[in-house]
């Protein structure tokens, strides 16, 4: 890997450099944190420090230069939405779709293969759309469609947060 680049701009992709000798063997894992290397202007690989928001956005990686310093055409971009704080995104393979996605992960696994999703504690269970009943009903049926909500989980769960902002569709 020596010589791609890391990035969070489709505009801007090389704002981090990944140093000479650097290498991920079979199977293996590379890290690279915020605070000691893409954010860290001390770090000597990072050109124009970027942190990753909360807001969600996309991570770019990019491959390296040739001699006439134009990258040579291999990028991945990966997009994220928002998150929580101490909650990690992670690659997962979705048989439904046979693709893959960027989820919430149910703890954090750096340098290791990632964890199940995360998941819950309210899951939509049910979505009913357009249904064809009741017969000689004096409503549309379009009054019938729902969307059920479940909470997974042993506890009672809030659908507002101490500020008093309420869940939204």
């Avoid at 893409?38 to 956005?57: K, M, Q, R, W, Y």
């Avoid at 134009?70 to 990690?88: C, H, I, K, P």
Wanted: proline share 5%; hydrophobic share 30%.
């Amino acid at each position: 890997l020596s010589g791609w680049f890391l990035s969070d701009s489709d505009s801007n992709v090389m704002k981090y450099e990944i140093a000479a000798g650097t290498t991920i063997g079979a199977g293996e894992y590379l890290v690279f944190y915020e605070d000691v290397n893409f954010g860290d202007t001390n770090d000597p690989c990072c050109i124009i420090p970027f942190a990753l928001s909360e807001n969600g956005e996309k991570v770019c990686l990019s491959s390296y230069l040739d001699g006439n310093n134009n990258l040579t055409g291999y990028r991945q971009v990966e997009d994220f939405g928002a998150s929580e704080s101490d909650v990690s995104f992670g690659r997962y393979y979705k048989a439904s779709t046979d693709n893959y996605n960027f989820v919430a992960m149910d703890h954090n696994t750096p340098g290791a293969a990632n964890a199940d999703p995360k998941v819950g504690p309210v899951v939509i269970n049910e979505i009913m759309y357009h249904p064809d009943w009741p017969t000689n009903s004096p409503y549309g049926n379009e009054s019938y469609e729902c969307i059920e909500l479940y909470n997974i989980t042993g506890s009672d769960v809030n659908l507002f947060n101490e500020q008093g902002n309420s869940w939204q569709f």
